[in-house]
């Protein structure tokens, strides 16, 4: 998986944590819990030279193209409120 998320098209992306299985380090041996897709997301960010701000918000254009929100979160994903800023 991390030979892959380099190569990925961020505008296909969606980030998710698998809650309440299958935590991500380092909370291991712990329930999974939504807050955690923060982690998801730094790795990301990490795996492709990028800020997790900067994932966060293409990552939650996508997803609001992919459930039809965009009316709610606005045309541009950088002023749009994510899990990574909350």
Not at 4 to 22: G, I, K, N, Q
Not at 50 to 76: H, I, K, S, Y
Request: charged letters at 25%; one cysteine or more; glycine letters at 4%.
């Amino acid at each position: 998986l991390h030979a892959l998320v380099p190569r990925l098209r961020l505008d296909r992306l969606m980030l998710e944590t698998d809650a309440p299985y299958l935590t991500p380090h380092p909370h291991r041996g712990q329930r999974n819990e939504p807050g955690y897709v923060k982690l998801v997301c730094e790795q990301v960010a990490q795996l492709r030279g990028m800020e997790p701000a900067e994932v966060a918000a293409l990552t939650t254009a996508t997803a609001a193209r992919f459930f039809q929100l965009e009316d709610r979160f606005g045309a541009d994903p950088a002023t749009r409120h994510t899990a990574v800023h909350a």
